[in-house]
């Protein structure tokens, strides 16, 4: 059962910090169009 739990923690962990490096991705991009649009 405590393999199980730490497996689950580890998976759950990578979802997280994919999903923080995705927002962080789509940030840049709309910073970039903005600095687009400015010009």
């Given at each position: 059962?405590?393999?199980?739990?730490?497996?689950?923690?580890?998976?759950?962990?990578?979802?997280?910090?994919l999903?923080?490096?995705?927002?962080?991705?789509?940030?840049r991009?709309?910073?970039?169009?903005?600095?687009?649009?400015?010009?």
């Open positions: 059962m405590d393999e199980i739990d730490r497996l689950f923690e580890n998976e759950f962990e990578g979802n997280i910090s999903f923080t490096k995705e927002i962080g991705v789509n940030r991009i709309i910073q970039k169009d903005r600095n687009r649009k400015k010009m």
